[in-house]
């Protein structure tokens, strides 16, 4: 296990951004974790940032501990019940690789989350959803490394706590838990989900499985969603704001036209949309920007800094508070110095 220090970052985040890492290791193996964990536990004044496909982060500073890069393989069929085929895959595995991997063995469950980026372990620290479904409904359980002691732990659906794009791992103890591998429950007679907006009409006249679905996700996807590896971009850049009802019909009754979905504790709206009516869709400052066909999505067109993507957002955050009154919130992790046990990945 080798510790290197000061490494770039910039081919390890999808913004593209040019940061860097204080101290950075790879972990290809459990059996690395031993030394990783001495060496921080010699340097327990460094934070620790556990590093996926790093899909969901931004960078406005260099990190100024230590990366850990989880690259973990592996996958199997563990077994199948009356219902289920229960999964398994190591948190380094590529999401969409996985799932792809899963509806070649025969499985479903997974093809509307299809083309996803970043990797398996990062996956249930978001709970990642797409087209109606999310990581919640089909996750059973996860193992994650306690990080204080070195324990491996099992963490059942429940426990994971998941929420719209939250989970134990993300609000209620980040940077303490290691996610390492996470079993999965695919049905054995799957309910396809067409109903989202756009997805029936993608597969209008189709015989339905998992493998024509996963196609016209990646086909809608990459139609309104900037690929990574040409524009950098973090996906959603703020979560769609759940409001509350009073709030929602005095909104209504001003902007008939917002999108509005019912939710507990009040009706979800679309971020995309609040940004796109303050005029900033498709705007761009420098090489800081939201991307053409989606306003939700801030973009790195080159040469951008985290501090300059952050301060875009900032502007969008303005824009949206004054003319709707809601405060939008950043979805990525935000990467700020000084900043303690994070758990990115
Ligand atoms: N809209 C606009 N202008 C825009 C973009 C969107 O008016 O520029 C409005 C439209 O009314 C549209 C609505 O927003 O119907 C919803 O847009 P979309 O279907 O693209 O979904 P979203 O709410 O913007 C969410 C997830 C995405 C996920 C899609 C599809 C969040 C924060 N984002 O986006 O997830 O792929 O639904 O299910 O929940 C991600 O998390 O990184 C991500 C890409």
Known sequence: MQIRENVSLQGL???????SARYFCSL??????RTVM???QEHPELPVLFLGGGSNLLFVEDFPGLVVHVRLRDREVLGQDNDYVYVRAAAGENWHEFVRWTIEQGFAGLENLSLIPGTVGAAPVQNIGAYGV?????LHELQAVDWRTGELREFSQEECRFGYRDSYFKSVEPGRWLI????FRLPRKPQWKTDYAGVREQL???ELDACTISDAIIRMRQEKLPDPAQIGNAGSFFKNPVIAQAQWDALKAQFPAIPGWPQAGGVKTSAGWLIDQCGWKGRREGDAGTYAKHALVLVNHGNATGQQIWAFAQGIIL???DKFGIRLEAEPGIIFHPCSGFTGQ
């Not at 999310?134 to 089909?138: F, Q, R, S, V």
């Not at 390492?180 to 079993?183: E, G």
């Open 13 to 19: 985040n999808t913004f593209g951004l040019a940061a």
């Open 204 to 206: 209008a006249g189709k």
């Open 134 to 138: 999310e990581l919640k409904d089909c």
């Open 38 to 40: 001495q060496w921080t």
């Open 319 to 321: 824009s949206v508070q």
């Open 180 to 183: 390492v591998a996470v079993v």
């Open 28 to 33: 290809h193996k459990l059996g690395g974790l």
